[in-house]
């Protein structure tokens, strides 16, 4: 995993509740087991057309959100399967952050173990970002150490986080890496228990 700590990046605003993981990636394409690939698919559904051809009057069809990082959606992002093709589909589309009001836990915990920063803020600045981001093309900073959303000049939002999912993706570790900060102890352990 890449490790977060600031990015700037112009926001993609969803404004749509209970978007579910077969929403955000179909069922039809999870026949795959690598974790890459997925974001052509992503919000298949909503995308494309019944011809296969490109949804003009969707979102990420605009090309004023092209190389877009952050998606800014309404409540309940993530609800449904427990997919972690989701999140993959995210960050394969070239998603690093999702601000939301609330998310499904179990997305929630998916997207912070591959590597997306999760933010939760309170409904009326959600309301405020996928405004001002429909209306003007801004750009949005985040910082995960101090723990602040900050939109152009505007005030900062700022967001809770658990200190372990913090360390986690500051360091861009997932579980496995984890691990391996502790490879000396283990090794010990190992050596005296053989």
């Known amino acids: 995993m890449k490790p977060i700590n600031q990015l700037t990046s112009i926001v993609t605003p969803l404004d749509r509740v209970n978007v579910d993981t077969d929403q955000i990636i179909p069922k039809q394409f999870l026949k795959r087991i690598e974790r890459t690939g997925f974001g052509n698919y992503l919000f298949y559904g909503w995308r494309f057309q ?3 051809t ?7 069809n605009n090309p004023l959100y092209e190389g877009s990082e952050v998606l800014v959606a309404s409540h309940n992002f993530g609800c449904g399967s427990s997919r972690e093709h989701a999140p993959w589909a995210l960050l394969d589309y070239g998603f690093k952050v999702i601000i939301a009001p609330s998310f499904a836990d179990i997305f929630y915990n998916n997207c912070v173990k591959n590597g997306i920063l999760a933010i939760r803020l309170n409904e009326e600045n959600v309301n405020h970002l996928i405004k001002q981001s429909t209306e003007h093309q801004k750009k949005i900073f985040i910082n995960l150490k101090e723990q602040f959303v900050q ?6 939002f700022t967001f809770d986080i658990d200190p372990y ?6 360091n861009g570790w997932d579980e496995i890496a984890l691990t391996f900060q502790f490879e000396d102890q283990i090794a010990a ?3 005296k228990h053989a």
């Open 151 to 156: 939109y152009e000049a505007e005030e900062k």
């Open 54 to 60: 490109p949804n003009p009057s969707f979102i990420l």
């Open 50 to 52: 019944e011809d296969g």
């Open 189 to 191: 352990f190992e050596k």
């Open 165 to 170: 999912w913090k360390e986690m993706l500051l």
